[in-house]
């Protein structure tokens, strides 16, 4: 089954409201191994509504809409489905009793048009609306089926839960499903791709890519009677393809599989941070019990501080600037030393929007001084994105990340500069 999302509202159209309610139908559709081919956004308009309507039932089974069912007039939802299927509008009995008990019991005067979300399309079936006024509803239109939700996010979601989604697997037949979401930090989305390409091609196997600020989650999808066990065959060969580019699965984050693996070996880390200004450390301080293995962090933005409170040699500073390898690799090395951590950690760079010290926006150093070993230096050389204050706050985001895999790697003996080859050759073969 195709299912088309269309999600109504001028505050959406605009960009008054972000659309939070595509996104989360989206995702549980997904989840549920229900296919959503497209998702439309239309302003508060009767006839641009029924047109949208006809034109997705033309490509899908069924449509689910948000918004449009509430009071005022330009609730527009009901009226247009009314008319897409060429029938009249009438007033449950049920429904007005409804809401005029809610009205009383909440000592509030009823104003008029409230009684308009008692107003159905003739025909239709109402979807049950447990925390709300506005019912939802389902209307058979000659192309398919409508649900029409409303737009407050949790009452649409208690109807899609409770409802739709049990509906829609019904009547596709998808009881069985299975899923499971891979997660990957320094290596491009293309890499991973072609790295997975058998996989894809395994039967009844659905891949999706899923990249953010330097991380790529795959997500892996099975269907059919047997979805547990594809999936498991499917999970096995894509970690041996990706091999240690996979640091955790599910709800892991690089946080807590750092933590995991320092803790498992009873060690440390601090963190010298430059451009993320501290951004390092609340990474590392979100879980609870991560003083176990977090010694501590200094923020040295100043380069004077960076000599007086690190021990970066003077002249090295002078030379070179703050933006240099060798100062993250002396950065490293001592606040490893200085707080008597088991590993050290260290980023300078340029987060933009201007270069500084002859160094473009988006160069990188990160560091990993281990107990016994000289410092690693890592160069990401991050894109550039964006305009403005966009630059910045994507390069650090990607810093930590990068700081974070960095890290990893390094407690388990890996090659640090794995991520740093797989960028190059990409960007490489891309021109």
Known sequence: M?????????????????????????????EHGVEVTRSVVVGDELDVII????????????VITTGGLGPTYDDLTRDALAKAAGVPLRRDPTLEKRLRDRVEAARRPLAPMALRMADVPEGASLLGNTVGSAPGLRVELPGGVVYALPGVPFEMRTIMTEVVIPELIEDSGLHEVARRTLRTAGVWESVIATSLAEVEALDQIKLAYLPSSGEVKIRITATGPDAEQRLAAA????????????????????DRAVHRLLAERGRTVAVA???????????????????ATYAGGVVTYATELKHRLLGVPDDLLREHGAVHPDVAAAMAAGVRDRLGASYGLAVTGVAGP??????????????????????????????????????????????????LELLRRAILGLDVEHAAREAEEDREEKG
């Open 2 to 30: 195709r299912i088309e999302l269309l999600t109504i509202g001028d505050e959406l159209l605009l960009g008054d409201t972000i659309n939070g309610n595509a996104a989360w139908m989206g995702q549980r559709l997904a």
């Open 51 to 62: 047109e949208a309507v006809h034109e997705a039932l033309g490509r899908a089974e069924a």
């Open 235 to 254: 999970e096995d060969r894509a970690r041996a393809l990706l091999g240690d580019a996979v640091y955790g699965a599910g709800d892991d984050t690089l």
């Open 273 to 291: 941070e430059s451009l993320t200004g501290g951004l390092i450390g609340a990474e590392l301080t979100a879980m609870p019990g991560s003083s």
């Open 354 to 403: 201007e270069s500084q010290d002859g160094r473009r926006v988006g160069t990188v150093y990160i560091s990993v001084a281990g107990p016994e070993d000289e410092p690693k230096v890592f160069n990401p050389r991050l894109p550039v994105p964006g305009v403005g204050g966009e630059i910045r706050g994507v390069i650090r985001r990607m810093t930590v990340v990068h700081a």
